[in-house]
């Protein structure tokens, strides 16, 4: 409801170590909001790196060519992060962080 998340490809077995999660424009909550709440439960996140690298610092006075809005760079950006699932985690600690975000977002997954 409040968020996208990734899903496997057909015939692909991936091996999750982290799990991208990007909150829709409905979403009641802010990223920083949500991160800040998983962080005070001690579940670690992580932004997904640079999002549009337009926009970062380092591309002040750089010679670059756009092609469209970029809009799904600056939503990754804005609204991406990313949660560890490496194997070293039981399942009772992912469902913890699971629960953790679902009840922040009032939604079950």
Known sequence: EFVNLPEATEHSDPSWFGFPITLKDNCPVTRLDLLTYLDQNKIGTRLLFAGN???????????????GELTNTDNVMNNTFWIGVQPALTREMLEFAASKIESYLGVNF
């Open 53 to 67: 690298l337009t926009r970062q610092p380092y591309m002040i006075g750089a010679n670059y060519r756009i092609s």
